[in-house]
């Protein structure tokens, strides 16, 4: 069979799609083709020929080549949260001489197999997840294939990977809770997006610290957002719209609190003295708000660090078990909240 010259930038996808298979079965064939049948081995042989692919740094043995590098993915690069924990993973990192490359999902789709052509090409020895999903497809099989994974911030049990996190639940929970004790009762939440695990956990949280108070659930105010300043904007102008609009806001994320606090200005609204307000995560924008943000501090740097550091005792050889590691929180209290207007009189 004559080979074809190598195209550039010929990618694991486009073999994928020459042979009519997954990626992972292109992975599984290229690592482990003892587990594959013959048909779907040769299938794939002559896809990689006829695209021209080729796995410059690709090792068929089963120990893997160090690249002293390591691959940090992120859900969103534009968020600000994930600065500090990006931060906190760098500097165990350097101490130990390695390099930390940043992927970001939030164009997953486009970017899937380059992330898996970094893995499968040995170009990075380990990975940081900093969502709650592995950036591209693959199956049992595959996962056995693929270098030292640890997760950071979020937790999906359905992964068994180590995990450096909080109590999400309990720290929504004594957000909410402190919203309560100051004699709000018509508290709001602009909750995460639903498929994430730690939304779903800070939502619990908001809905057991309302039941254990008494208060009833009212479905009108849980607004889904998805971390922007626009969100937490939107949310708040529909919220307002109810015929008893809340006087509290428990938000998943300060950048949707500050949207929010915004849109509330604009809206002739005064917070704390109509609208107290709280967020989650403590990211600095929060200090620097008029007024400053109430807030869940998460520590964002010692979350990093401690992923990385479990990271590398896999890396080690070390047996290190999946589940949590977790860190605690600090609830904030700055001007955004104040007692509600009928217990200051």
Known sequence: MEHKPETVGATMKDVAEKAGVSTATVSRALMSPEKVSAATRQKVDEAVIAVGYSPHAMVRHPRRSESR????????ICDPFFSEIIRGVESVAAEEGYLVLIGDCAHQNRQESAFLNLVMTRQIDGMVLLGSQVPFETG?????????????????????LPTVHIDNLTAAFEAVNHLLKLGH???????????MPLCQYRLQGYIQALQRNGIRLDPRYIVRGDFTFDAGSRALKQLMRLPQPPDALFCHSDIMALG????????GLRVPKDLSLIGFDDIELSRYSDPQLTTIAQPRFNIGREAM???????????VNSGSRLLDFEIKIRGSTAPALRQKA
């Open 69 to 76: 590098t390591i691959l940090v993915i992120v859900p969103d």
């Open 185 to 195: 009762e018509r508290i709001a939440c602009v909750a995460g997006p639903q498929e």
């Open 309 to 319: 550091n479990l990271l590398l005792e896999q890396l080690q050889g070390k047996l």
């Open 260 to 267: 929010a606090m915004a849109q509330a200005k604009i809206m």
């Open 140 to 160: 049992p099989e595959e996962q056995r294939s693929l270098p030292p994974m640890v997760m950071a911030n979020e937790f999906a049990p359905d992964l068994a």
